[in-house]
């Protein structure tokens, strides 16, 4: 069975940085592209970038390109989203998903609460 | 980068009716269109990719048409569980942009 487990709930400052993971199994991690997906509070979805685990090889949105570092690890399966210097604004839900060859978003992980407050 | 625009951005609508969702590209993206349903609370579910192909395990009652920049999906006989949002995305191998999203809410 296909899964993607993601890190729990994180409570942050501005300024502060943040590394949240998402780990799959079930399937060859380093053969599909993993994807994150951002939903600010009551808002749509939004494509941030995809990684390639096998190789690295990673694709920005232009929202996101600079604003997020995506990452892999595949000895232990994992992707990871981080920031350097949280805003305010990056206060939303984080969706991590498996991507088939074509592009589309087959499996979801549970998703990651990041609430950034003073 | 494409602009995906659906429409309504709400419907209100009632079990057993026939219920149509527009999604428009702002350039041709062939078939390469998915659809998403996404309860309150829950992550995304994957319900048709490439525009018309239906996803393993979902009901026979959600179809998807289009093809170039104008898209649709369309629920033959609402039922209680589709009361959610829906969400439209055209894809590549890398990259990718959602729709909006359309509530479709119990009239």
């Known amino acids: 069975e296909v899964q993607l487990v993601q890190s729990g709930a994180e409570v942050k400052k501005p300024g502060e940085s943040l590394k949240i993971s998402c780990q799959g199994s079930?399937?060859?991690?380093?053969?599909?592209?993993t994807g994150w997906v951002r939903q600010m509070p009551g808002k749509g979805l939004e494509w941030m970038g995809i990684?390639?685990?096998?190789?690295?090889?990673?694709r920005y949105s232009p929202s996101f390109q600079g604003q997020v570092t995506i990452s892999a690890d595949k000895s232990i399966s994992t992707a990871y989203l981080q920031w350097s210097s949280l805003k305010a604004s990056d206060t939303a839900i984080y969706y991590c998903?498996?991507?088939?060859?074509?592009?589309?978003?087959?499996?979801w992980g549970q998703g990651t609460l990041v609430t950034v407050s003073s | 980068d494409i602009q995906m625009t659906q429409s309504p951005s709400t419907l209100s609508a009632s079990v057993g009716d026939r219920v149509t969702i527009t999604c428009r590209a702002s350039?041709?993206?062939?078939?390469?269109l998915a659809w998403y349903q996404q309860k309150p609370g829950k992550a995304p579910n994957l319900l048709i990719y490439?525009?018309?192909n239906l996803e393993s395990g979902v009901p026979s009652r959600f179809s998807g048409s289009g093809s170039g920049t104008e898209f649709t999906l369309t629920i033959s006989s609402l039922q209680p569980d589709d009361f959610a949002t829906y969400y439209c995305?055209?894809?590549?191998?890398?990259?990718?942009?959602f729709g909006q999203g359309t509530k479709v809410e119990i009239k």
């Open positions: 995305q055209q894809y590549n191998s890398h990259s990718g942009t």
């Open positions: 350039q041709r993206i062939s078939d390469y």
């Open positions: 990684i390639y685990p096998g190789d690295s090889d990673t």
């Open positions: 998903a498996r991507q088939d060859s074509s592009g589309v978003l087959e499996y």
């Open positions: 490439k525009a018309s």
């Open positions: 079930g399937y060859s991690f380093i053969s599909y592209w």
